[in-house]
C-alpha cells in the first residue's frame, strides 16, 4: 500500500508541457531526425560510390 501512496505523490510532483512546448520539442525533434538522415544517406552513398570504383 505504501507503494500506491509513494506512487500518487510523486505523480503529483509531475510538470507537463504546455502544448506549444510540447509542439516546438516534437518539431525539434522531427528535424534532428531529417538532418541526421540526411547525414547517413549521404555517408551511404559516399561508400557504395568508393566501392563501387574500387570493385570496379
Do not use: H, S
Amino acid at each position: 500500500m505504501n507503494f500506491i501512496k509513494g506512487l500518487q505523490t510523486e505523480y503529483g510532483k509531475l510538470v507537463w508541457p504546455k502544448p506549444a512546448e510540447a509542439f516546438g520539442l516534437a518539431a525539434i525533434v522531427i528535424v534532428i531526425a531529417v538532418v541526421i538522415g540526411y547525414y547517413l544517406g549521404a555517408l551511404d552513398a559516399f561508400f557504395a560510390m568508393v566501392l563501387r570504383a574500387i570493385i570496379g
